[in-house]
């Protein structure tokens, strides 16, 4: 036998006496840790099918593990993750926040964004209860007083209400006949038709939308280009929620300094010279200031509130367009059903009649975040934790991926793979389960749900009421991008090309 031979011999022994060892000596020991899904290399573990498909991976690993739904582990690069995918271990992960944290999690994402170690300390120091601006009884840190002033924008009320009517000004706008021609991405027909490829668009409304939503006219008029560069660094954001190194995410980081660079001469310019900004950013500015962060490091944790709020209205409105326009019957039915909310010559409809008396149009929203709802909540495990009668232990990583709670056959139906618009009115108690968690849970539960729900449900009826809507030619629906980690909707992997004629009735 060559000396090859030899050695290869000699580390396929290693290898299966290192698998043996691993998976089904040592378990013997720890009868109470959550069963492990096997793999074969050492230190990289399920890696590559991490990145190439995590649903499947995860799976893959549920059924391994028995399919009994109960707490499993795998393991990525040498990092351990525990699986929750019962509604009940869930509920009991988000009730607990003295031993499961998210805040290391973020403090992680912001050293990766390259904010400074002084202000991420600064961020999560407890601010004096008694402190001018808002109001702070408990004495809560910046990092998560954000977010209750964030929830106060976006929570049903007069703020919302305010910005809502500030993305359907910009709504009427984009989707004027002129406008939509205008684009440089758009193809005109023959006939007054106008094709365009969905997931661009909506990229491109909603971003846009977005950014003046939140940041008025300014941002725009100081980098033109903002919501595309932002575009580009959203799709390599998974980078950042992995904390790539530097050297592996330059791309990334490109596009990311280039739309700080704006944001800098954003919060340098004077308030009062902000005009049409929502209250949240002055108000998150006025707080910043008073920590005396600097203008890169503000201009950093701008970002991630602009990544927040434009990562996933956009993702959310192609997919509900998309399954739409695949079943001719629920296109007809909301095509009708839309009509009543907008009043006399009314070019926006009224939120409130879309979200209250459209019942066909909120059902079809509740399976389209069903269907495409792919973030996982993240938590570090601080000290030995038991969850569903098993033993988390101290330094490992807490994983809560949402679709395996939203694709669970045994609350959601056998058919639980494909779209079935009726499927949330014929069981109205499915948005009020432990499965349901399609914007997370817990104190980390996502502020934007009804934003996000008010603003496209406002672009789908507008754009059904001014125009007809169809697929430009036979293609298929589009497969969801399942290896790329997101902070909510999957993206897609391909194109859908869709046509849009103006009813004669509402052409502009």
Not at 124 to 145: D, I, M, V
Not at 208 to 233: H, S, V
Not at 316 to 331: C, V
């Amino acid at each position: 036998m060559s000396i090859t031979a030899k050695v290869g011999l000699g580390f396929g022994i290693a290898l299966l006496l290192w698998r043996f060892i691993r998976f089904s000596v040592l378990p013997l020991y720890r009868r109470t840790d959550p069963q492990e899904y096997p793999y074969w290399l050492p230190g990289v573990g399920h890696l590559f099918s991490f990145f190439q498909n995590s649903d499947k991976l995860l799976e893959r690993g549920r059924i391994y593990c028995g399919n009994t739904r109960e707490p499993f582990a795998i393991s990525v690069a040498g990092s351990r993750l525990y699986v929750l995918t019962k509604a009940s271990d869930v509920a009991e992960a988000y009730r607990n926040i003295k031993t499961l944290s998210f805040n290391v999690f973020v403090q992680e994402m912001l050293k990766t964004m390259g904010n400074s170690s002084s202000c991420i300390d600064q961020m999560y120091r407890p601010l004096s209860a008694e402190k001018p601006g808002f109001p702070n009884p408990h004495g809560k840190p910046l990092a998560t007083l954000a977010r209750d002033m964030h929830l106060q924008q976006l929570y049903p009320g007069k703020y919302l209400d305010a910005l809502g009517d500030e993305f359907d000004k910009r709504f009427d706008c984009y989707l004027q006949v002129d406008n939509l021609r205008d684009c440089k991405y758009a193809r005109a027909s023959n006939d007054d038709s106008i094709v365009l490829p969905l997931m661009v668009w909506c990229s491109d409304v909603f971003t846009r939308a977005g950014q003046g939503a939140y940041f008025g006219p300014l941002l725009e008029e100081i980098d033109p280009q903002m919501t595309w560069k932002f575009l580009e660094f959203d799709e390599l954001s998974y980078q950042v929620q992995f904390q790539y190194p530097k050297w592996l995410s330059r791309k990334m980081h490109k596009a990311k300094e280039a739309m700080v660079e704006g944001l800098m001469v954003y919060l340098e310019t004077p308030q009062e010279k902000r005009h049409g900004d929502a209250w949240f950013i002055k108000a998150l500015d006025d707080e910043m200031k008073a920590l005396e962060l600097g203008t890169y490091d503000k201009a950093l944790l701008l970002l991630t509130e602009y990544w927040g709020v434009n990562t996933n209205t956009r993702k959310a409105a192609f997919w509900m367009l998309a399954y739409i326009l695949h079943d001719s019957e629920l296109y007809h039915t909301l095509v009708d059903e839309i009509q009543a909310a907008f009043t006399t010559d009314a070019k926006t409809p009224d939120a409130h009649y879309l979200l209250e008396k459209c019942i066909r149009l909120n059902a079809a929203w509740d399976e389209t975040i069903r269907m495409s709802a792919f973030s996982a909540s993240v938590r570090h495990v601080t000290e030995n934790t038991m969850i569903g009668g098993k033993v988390l232990r101290k330094g490992s990583r807490l994983m809560i991926p949402y679709r395996q709670l939203h694709f669970d056959a045994s609350v959601f139906g056998s058919d639980i793979r494909s779209f079935r618009s009726d499927r949330f009115l014929k069981d109205k108690n499915l948005t009020s389960g432990g499965s349901w968690r399609p914007f997370g849970g817990g104190t980390t539960q996502c502020p934007g749900r009804f934003a996000a729900k008010q603003v496209v449900l406002s672009f789908v009826a507008i754009l059904l009421r001014r125009y007809h809507v169809q697929v430009n030619r036979p293609q298929q629906l589009p497969e969801g991008q399942l290896g790329k980690p997101v902070l909510g909707i999957m993206a897609s992997k391909g194109e859908l090309e869709v046509r849009i004629t103006p009813r004669n009735a509402c052409a502009d």
